[in-house]
């Protein structure tokens, strides 16, 4: 059995070195191919453009919901992005471009920070689950070995096309992603107030993050709660009234409700982004509403551009209800690091469908799920086997993420087969969460009693009080329980 072991905490052979270097290299070369779309064909390609504007607002005092970029799309975030991005500022034609960094610079440097964010987001998530595992194989384990990088490149990999559509587009995500990685890593680790801080970052620069408060709420975790009003405050005030002034940072917002917060969630309004992003045609959203409205109505040229009353209660309608079994759930996983990945990760996966907007590299946020049921698989084994359900279950990811990016496939994405495959994932994560021992060291015996019982359903408004995750509380998992080929990987066996 020594060979198993070693398969798993051994060091890269010369094959995986070499797809590693290979891996970088590609990274390389598709990065060259971004700065080509981007900067040097006949339109600029991708997203980017739409900060770089944003960002010249910020630093010539343009209204900063008004200007366009050279496609002629707006600027559709808070304030605080454009801000943050003065550096990068990329003046219309025929204005002033002293002192303004190159456009072609501005783009390379993006794309290598969306890079660093990525590989940090990985493997700060990967870290916290490494030092909370319940496995001391696992949380032993040295840095570098086939596990430690499977851990953090095999989510990436499954997930490839989201990520690889964020950084072609020059898209924020992958800065996002790092910020809910943060946010999981410190209510893994208990530094609750940090993952506040996180949670308050991700939705100051995208701001259908704050739904996940739902979290800390139904927890009770008051430090993360406080952490992020801290943000919040910080990110949606300070810092643009440092840069605008009182009186410009209300106007600033104001215009912000009007052209795009209004419109996005009531339908009425101002309507300069209806054909760029909130027209049913605009966007390839997988939101469950806008899913569904397609499905029914398949041909794009008699397709209602407005989604009946009905369906937009049944999104929410169908929002709600899985939001609430997801936070029962949590219930069950708060003890375990890879429960609370789960059901944190599900709440990741049911914001971005529960936005109008919800386009196909949204799923990058998909990565924190992959990552815990791989991690959750590895426990106890000295293999890096998935398993067949597994293995399925991320082809089907794999290839309903995939098909869709080919104008070709279009109608896959009108019907949905990247929101199904997320609910998948989702369902798959879940169901490890439930399934996981509900001897819970973070949870106190008054609380789980009152977990058990039909009078349950009494206490579904008053949820139990979670303690703060503390690995010291973690017991070494009986070897009985593993399997009796995983006997050798436990010191203790």
């Known amino acids: 059995m020594e060979p198993r072991r070693a398969s798993a905490l051994a060091r890269l052979r010369l094959w995986e070195r070499g797809a590693l270097i290979a891996l970088a290299l590609l990274f390389i070369a598709f990065g060259v191919l971004v700065e080509i779309r981007s900067v040097f064909l006949t339109r600029r390609m991708g997203d980017f453009g739409c900060y770089a504007r944003g960002a010249w607002a910020v630093r010539t005092g343009a209204d900063l919901y008004d200007v366009t970029c050279d496609n002629d799309w707006h600027y559709n975030y808070p304030p605080l992005l454009a801000i943050l991005m003065a550096p990068l500022a990329d003046p219309r034609h025929g204005a002033d471009a002293a002192g303004m960094t190159p456009y072609a610079v501005s783009v390379a440097l993006w794309y290598l920070f969306s890079l660093a964010c990525l590989f940090l987001a990985v493997h700060a998530l990967a870290r916290a689950l490494e030092q909370r595992s319940p496995d001391p194989g696992v949380r032993d384990q040295p840095a570098g070995c086939r596990r430690w990088w499977a851990l953090r490149l095999y989510p990436v990999l499954i997930c490839v096309a989201p990520v690889g559509q964020t950084l072609m587009r020059g898209q924020v995500n992958t800065l996002v992603l790092a910020l809910l990685c943060g946010l999981l890593a410190g209510v893994i680790r208990g530094a609750n107030f940090r993952a506040g801080l996180c949670l308050a970052g991700a939705a100051c620069i995208k ?55 209004g419109p996005a969630l009531t339908g009425d309004g101002d309507d300069t982004r209806t054909e760029e992003l909130l027209s049913v045609n605009a966007t390839w959203s997988q939101a469950f509403e806008v899913v569904i409205h397609k499905t029914m109505y398949r041909d794009r040229l008699t397709r209602p551009l407005e989604i009946p009353r009905w369906l937009k209660l049944a999104h929410l309608a169908v929002g709600a209800g899985l939001t609430l079994l997801v936070l029962l ?165």
Request: glycine fraction near 6%; charge should be positive; hydrophobic fraction near 50%.
């Open 329 to 493: 759930v949590a219930r069950r996983a708060a003890h375990r690091a890879t429960g609370v990945v789960f059901t944190f990760g599900s709440l990741f996966l049911l914001m971005i469908l529960l936005c109008p907007i919800c386009h196909l590299h949204y799923f990058t946020f998909c990565v924190p799920l992959l990552m815990a049921l791989l991690a959750q698989r590895w426990e106890g084994k000295s293999t890096l086997g998935s398993g067949t359900g597994l293995t399925v279950l991320f082809a089907l990811f794999f290839v309903a993420n995939g098909l869709p990016q080919f104008d070709e496939l279009a109608v896959l994405r009108d019907v949905g087969t990247a929101m199904y495959s997320g609910l998948l994932l989702m369902a798959a994560a879940l169901l490890q969460a439930w399934r996981a021992p509900v001897a819970a060291p973070a949870i106190s015996v008054k609380d789980s009693a009152r977990l058990t019982g039909i009078g349950s359903v009494l206490h579904l408004a008053s949820p139990p009080k979670v303690r703060r995750f503390d690995p010291a509380n973690i017991k070494p998992t009986d070897p009985a329980e593993f399997p009796t080929e995983c006997h050798q990987c436990h010191p203790w066996a």
């Open 207 to 261: 701001v259908y993050p704050i739904f996940l408060c739902v979290y800390p709420l139904w927890t009770r975790n008051r430090r993360c709660l406080a952490g992020c009003l801290a943000g919040l405050f910080i990110g949606l005030i300070v810092v643009p009234v440092a840069a605008f002034g009182p009186a410009q940072t209300v106007a600033v917002y104001e215009k912000y409700v009007t052209v795009l917060l």
